[in-house]
Nanobody
Framework: QVKLVESGGGSVQAGGSLRLSCAAS????????MGWFRQAPGKEREGVAT??????TAYADSVKGRFTISQDNANNAYLQMSSLKPEDTAMYYC??????????????????WGQGTQVTVSS
């Protein structure tokens, strides 16, 4: 049974940093792609960053230069978030995808999801 568990969320002041972790288990074959999404109250869930099996990455414009996605060989993904802004406040989710042909940040292309971890940035 596939399971994704996020951790590392919390409260931080603007300008601060947080590192989110996502532990993926239950895969017989390593997921091709892992992604991070976020959802603020009253807003749609949006893609933040994605990484494929070859460590190729893509980011939403709103986080480029501030967030870094990475992974290890144990099916764990990470999101290093720096220079955080109040508008980064959201529930953050990790997800996996089998899409190979594009560095997708579209939630419809991801089929397994974690329960989320809350990030709150105060001004």
């Amino acid at each position: 049974q596939v399971k994704l568990v996020e951790s590392g969320g919390g409260s931080v002041q603007a300008g601060g940093s947080l590192r989110l972790s996502c532990a993926a288990s239950g895969y017989t074959i390593r997921p091709y792609r892992m992604g991070w999404f976020r959802q603020a109250p009253g807003k749609e869930r949006e893609g933040v960053a994605t990484i494929d099996r070859y460590d190729r990455t893509a980011y939403a414009d709103s986080v480029k230069g501030r967030f870094t996605i990475s992974q290890d060989n144990a099916n764990n993904a990470y999101l290093q978030m720096s220079s955080l802004k109040p508008e980064d406040t959201a529930m953050y989710y990790c997800a996996t995808s089998s899409v190979t042909w594009i560095a997708t940040l579209s939630r419809g292309n991801y089929n397994y999801w974690g329960q989320g971890t809350q990030v709150t940035v105060s001004s």
